[in-house]
């Protein structure tokens, strides 16, 4: 497989290898890589069953994805290295199911493509090279890299954390104390993390001078497996198919939709998406064929999903360039507010008795808006909702909601442990090399 800018045109540029796209992470001319061109999977994956487990499908899979790079062998060595854990596949009745994707150690589905990452990572890198990984980290994602990365051959997790509590991070991960961490905080924002992840990659003499890449969603390395689990929800569930699948989709920078999207193109025969938004409904007018504008950013307590401008909106743009009429069958949009997450909370609860955390109750409530729309083709269709979060991490919010108690595994209730970073800096450049050099 190789990539492509989204800014690429026509055979105007070259593709690269998926190492490259991997390990550069943003192409030297602007936009985001995006696949080249997809193999057709089916013979690959419509042979599995119930019973394979996670790290066989990704073994089996990989290695004709990434055919001259990842051999079965290696393969198989960042499957098993990566993946001590598994989705699981929930059938609730004839119209519903959920995959659980929070049995990760911190609790949420980014666990999959950050293990993947740091896995493939360390077998694509030769021996006495190092690369550092920069990534914009806040609430649990930066504990998810700086585990999935830590005692890797070959990688420092530079972690840029904004203004605010750091949680879960253990010292002896630090490079100071022998590990491969370096978490430094920012004075400003989230987004100023981002952008100085960005301004750093693109600034070649820095960039190679660390062998920068990143952990975040920019980079593919990132999104392209957790297509895997859409495959894993399918083969699980396709014995007890009867009509049409579709998947249900917590949107917010869209790159779990881009990764369904990419399972698709595999040959998943699925027949479309829900993409569920809260109240902001970033991309709604965009899914129903208009204009992308950026809209009024609104709070709301399914907070992930709090985007007014999708970091994946150029991907998700391309797929709709190819194939504009395909993309309008294969998207459904559907925006949910604040009240209908808290009653499909309570609903979920009283008739299935499985507990949902907002992010996950945003996805139940836009598969079953989709489900109940005739005029959308989806009676009689079987919807499959990602489960992004584990409900223990809005325990509060979804024990008040359901009338019930919410268990909090130990992995989580350790990930509160204060910690303090290496460094606090301004958002600028020359400010984070001098914090990265004095941390060694």
Not at 136 to 154: E, L, M
Not at 259 to 276: D, E, N, Q, R, T
Request: charge should be neutral; charged fraction near 20%; proline fraction near 7%.
């Amino acid at each position: 497989m190789q990539f492509r800018s989204t800014k690429s045109e026509g055979s105007s540029k070259t593709p690269v290898s998926f190492k490259e796209a991997v390990l550069r992470c943003l192409p030297p001319e602007g936009g985001l890589y995006v696949p080249a061109s997809v193999l057709d999977m089916r013979q690959f994956f419509l042979y599995m069953d119930e019973h394979t487990t996670y790290p066989e499908l990704v073994a089996t899979v990989a290695p004709v994805l990434l055919q001259g790079e990842l051999n079965p062998f290696s393969a198989s060595r960042v499957a098993e290295s990566a993946f001590d854990f598994e989705p699981e596949l929930k059938q609730l009745d004839e119209r519903f199911s959920i995959l659980t994707l929070y049995n990760g150690p911190t609790g949420v589905f980014k666990d999959f493509g950050v293990a993947f990452l740091a896995s493939v990572v360390e077998e694509l890198t030769k021996i006495g090279s190092r690369i550092m990984v920069l990534s914009a980290a806040r609430g649990d994602t930066g504990v998810g890299i700086a585990q999935a990365f830590y005692k890797r051959r070959n990688s420092i997790a530079a972690l840029l954390y904004p203004s605010g509590p750091i949680r879960g991070l253990k010292p002896e991960t630090f490079v100071p104390n022998g590990g491969n961490c370096i978490p430094i905080q920012v004075r400003g924002t989230y987004d100023d993390c981002q952008r100085l992840v960005i301004e750093s990659i693109n600034d070649r003499p820095f960039a190679e001078r660390y062998s920068l890449t990143t952990a975040n969603g920019l980079n593919p390395g990132r999104l392209l497996p957790q297509a895997f689990y859409y495959l894993y929800g399918f083969i699980k569930l396709k014995k007890v198919l009867q009509g049409d699948l579709f998947f249900s989709v917590p949107c917010g920078n869209f790159g779990n939709l881009i990764s369904g999207l990419y399972a698709w193109k595999f040959g998943m025969p699925v027949k479309g998406f829900v993409a569920a938004m809260n109240a902001n409904d970033a991309c709604g007018e965009f899914f129903r064929g208009k204009e992308f504008k950026a809209r009024r950013l609104i709070s709301t307590l399914s907070p992930a999903l709090d985007v007014s401008v999708p970091s994946n909106y150029d991907r998700l743009s391309s797929f709709y360039e190819e194939s504009p009429a395909v993309m309008r069958n294969m998207v459904f949009p559907s925006a949910i507010d604040d009240r209908t997450t808290l009653d499909t909370i309570a609903r979920v609860w009283k008739r299935y008795g499985v507990l949902l955390d907002p992010h996950s109750a945003v996805a139940f409530a836009g598969a079953e808006r989709c489900a109940d729309q005739q005029d959308m083709s989806c009676g009689g269709a079987h919807f499959v909702v990602l489960a992004t979060g584990h409900p223990g991490k809005e325990a509060g919010l979804v024990s008040k909601a359901a009338g019930a108690e919410v268990p909090i595994p130990e992995k989580l209730a350790k990930l509160q442990t204060p910690g303090e970073p290496l460094a606090f800096i301004d958002p600028q450049l020359d400010a984070l090399e001098a914090a990265i050099a004095s941390s060694f």
